[in-house]
């Protein structure tokens, strides 16, 4: 296993629609191992595959760490995922691997419904609220393109865009 380096914003890997996995071998499984090892080593709740290089439909999830004396999960794997179902809405604070020392409220729906593959190829669907919800979204949301700062205002965007160059222009 491997970790690997985390592409971070405005990297163009990060904008663009992944494809579809359709191939579930062994090199798809060594992957999935080292996006895990990733994701922990980086202290993430989620990885999507395009945040390493990699533009295929592939994310991996575990908010065990974030669930103080919660029940602990198993790491998700979320192969071409899509959104069924989606209820309500919540106003939280998200952060992103890819966009390091930056958080922000973000909108999204209070419960989701996803249908995925899991890492044998076999269909499953599995329903969320609360951070796993959020972690569902914001990961599907990577395998789409997007990024949580471009689901905040016009106003929140440009005061981002202002703090990002400022820390650019720091580290320049």
């Known amino acids: 296993m491997a970790i690997h380096e985390i592409r971070k914003y405005p990297d163009p890997v990060l904008k663009a629609k992944t494809g579809r996995v359709d191939r579930f071998d062994e ?5 999935i191992k080292d996006m895990i090892e990733t994701m922990y080593a980086a202290a993430g709740v989620g990885l999507a595959a395009n945040q390493i290089g990699v533009p295929l439909q592939l994310a991996v999830i575990d908010i065990s760490s974030r669930e103080e004396g919660g029940p602990k999960h198993p790491v998700i794997v979320l192969i071409n995922p899509e959104i069924l179902e989606q209820k309500g809405s919540v106003v939280a604070d998200e952060g992103c691997l890819s966009i ?5 409220s973000v909108k999204r729906s209070a419960w989701v419904k996803v249908r995925a593959l899991d ?6 669907e599995i329903e969320g609220e609360g951070l796993l919800a959020k ?6 949301d990577h395998l789409n393109g997007l990024l949580f700062v471009d689901r905040l205002s016009p106003l929140k965007k440009n005061i981002f865009r202002r703090r990002w160059k400022k820390a650019m222009a720091e580290t320049a």
């Open 27 to 31: 090199s798809l499984e060594r992957l």
């Open 119 to 124: 890492r044998a190829g076999k269909p499953f």
């Open 135 to 140: 972690a569902l979204q914001h990961e599907i």
């Open 100 to 104: 390091p020392d930056f958080s922000e």
